[in-house]
């Protein structure tokens, strides 16, 4: 268990949706990072927040967006859905960012979209 | 931009043997961290082994060693005694050195099986 809980576990829905995956960061960490796991783009980085502040965004289309709380819990939410947004959607936290850093990483919420 | 190539999308291992894969990356950068990760059926993603690129040691962490050629811009895990609980999908990984940002970019993965 990395410490980092993601919530639902999985999530079915209909094109044209809009759907919100929800993140708790490990204990004391500050930064939370999504990322995207599908069969043809593999693990893409979609963006970073650190302390309630976008500190990085990746490929992250503008169907989507993020943000992090004050209790530092994050939100991404998807909106007008489409087939090929089905993926496995990873949260990770670390302390405040950096590769000295281990990013750990959440149990992932499964997203199929039909 | 900064990329990760793993060019075995599959290898195959006898339990208590011996594998290496194989990773490159590109990047213009002189100071970046390096990863390997595995994700097993559960697909839960847990860090194996991280390599600094200013140092010129290669990491390792039990059975886990790399082999890291920063000339050549190459990065490689090798498993020793392979066991049963190894098999998974190895993703090998960069991020940038410095600052708050750290992003990870992935490699497209190699499949491991250990066969009994």
């Known amino acids: 268990d990395s410490g980092v809980t993601q919530t639902p576990k999985h999530l079915i829905t209909a094109t044209g949706q809009r759907v919100t995956l929800r993140c708790s960061p490990r204990s004391g960490d500050l930064s939370v990072y999504w990322y995207q796991q599908s069969l043809d783009q593999g693990l893409q980085f979609l963006i970073q927040?650190?302390?309630?502040?976008?500190?990085a965004k990746g490929n992250i289309l503008e169907r989507f967006s993020a943000q992090q709380f004050p209790d530092l819990h994050s939100e991404l939410n998807l909106s007008s859905l489409e087939l090929g947004d089905s993926a496995l959607y990873f949260c990770?936290?670390?302390?405040?960012?950096?590769?000295?850093?281990?990013?750990?990483f959440g149990p992932g919420t499964r997203l199929l979209v039909l | 931009a900064q990329t990760v190539t793993q060019s075995q999308p599959e290898m195959s291992v006898q339990e208590a043997e011996t594998v290496t894969l194989s990773c490159t990356y590109d990047?213009?950068?002189?100071?970046?961290?390096l990863f390997w990760y595995k994700q097993p059926p559960s697909r839960q993603m847990i860090l194996v082994i991280r390599?600094?690129?200013?140092?010129?040691q290669n990491a390792t962490e039990n059975r886990f060693s790399v082999n890291f050629q920063k000339a050549a811009k190459s990065f490689s895990l090798k498993i020793s005694d392979s066991q049963l609980g190894d098999a998974a999908m190895y993703f090998c990984?960069?991020?940038?050195?410095?600052?708050?940002?750290?992003?990870?970019?992935f490699g497209k993965g190699t499949k491991l099986s250990v066969k009994p």
């Open positions: 990984a960069y991020m940038n050195y410095g600052g708050s940002q750290g992003n990870l970019i």
């Open positions: 990770a936290s670390s302390f405040r960012g950096g590769g000295q850093e281990t990013q750990y």
């Open positions: 390599q600094e690129a200013y140092k010129q």
């Open positions: 990047t213009s950068e002189s100071d970046y961290y």
């Open positions: 927040y650190y302390n309630g502040e976008e500190r």
